[in-house]
């Protein structure tokens, strides 16, 4: 089973309102990623988390806020977006982190379609 | 952020035909992944590729990571309509550290003619 699942699916919002994106995978991974994705692009890594610790955060914007409450949740909390962050938001997972030698390829969820008005 | 050029942008073919993409980069990577994406939907891994010169086929896909590390290419044999979509290449360049970022390539959209 190499299932990530996101919720919900498709999410409008205001630029005033908080919200929150859902991401689980149940493979026993212990990194996972948050990108951003625009029409037509390859996926931006946002986060990293790696054995439930923020590990990259490739200066994105504070109003984008990373939670990571075990192993297998992964949180996208937004406040005061622009209408600029609308875009498909997807989250991964990779077994270990430090297995430089094992196998460590990235599995996406659905992804979350964003749309800020 | 950094990106792999990868080629063709585009792809108009019948269906049944073989199908043909690459990509290359200026820096050396140690893993090569394929995903394909379709509209709404998130990259779904195709193939994986650990060692230089390594041939590895899923079904009637068949993708190769180069000897020089810098470029790998999936080939698509008896295009089928469900092969639409974007296909990304993406390298990895794995260490002890952990945390290799994916630097993905720019994509190739397969679309199959009636």
């Known amino acids: 089973d190499t299932e990530v699942t996101q919720t919900p699916k498709h999410l409008v919002m205001g630029m005033t309102n908080k919200k929150s994106l859902k991401c689980e995978q149940h493979?026993?991974?212990?990194?996972m990623y948050w990108y951003k994705q625009k029409a037509k692009k390859p996926p931006e890594l946002m986060f990293v988390?790696?054995?439930?610790?923020?590990?990259i955060n490739e200066s994105v914007p504070s109003r984008f806020s990373p939670e990571c409450p075990n192993s297998s949740l992964l949180n996208l909390h937004l406040h005061a977006l622009q209408p600029e962050d609308s875009a498909l938001y997807l989250c991964?997972?990779?077994?270990?982190?430090?297995?430089?030698?094992?196998?460590?390829?990235?599995?996406f969820g659905p992804g979350t379609r964003l749309t800020v008005t | 952020g950094q990106q792999l050029n990868q080629s063709p942008q585009s792809m108009f073919i019948q269906e049944g035909e073989d199908v043909s993409m690459n990509c290359t980069s200026s820096?050396?990577?140690?893993?090569w992944l394929w995903y394909k994406q379709e509209p709404g939907e998130g990259p779904v891994l195709l193939i994986a590729?650990?060692?230089?010169?390594e041939l590895t086929s899923n079904g009637r896909l068949t993708a190769q990571f180069g000897i020089t590390r810098k470029d790998s290419f999936l080939n698509i044999s008896a295009s089928i309509p469900s092969d639409v979509g974007i296909y990304f290449c993406a390298g990895q360049l794995r260490s002890n550290f952990g945390n290799e970022k994916l630097t993905f390539g720019t994509g190739t959209r397969l679309t199959i003619i009636p």
């Open positions: 988390y790696s054995y439930e610790k923020l590990s």
């Open positions: 493979m026993g991974h212990r990194a």
């Open positions: 820096s050396i990577f140690n893993t």
């Open positions: 590729l650990y060692k230089a010169g």
């Open positions: 991964a997972s990779s077994q270990d982190p430090y297995r430089a030698g094992g196998v460590n390829e990235q599995y």
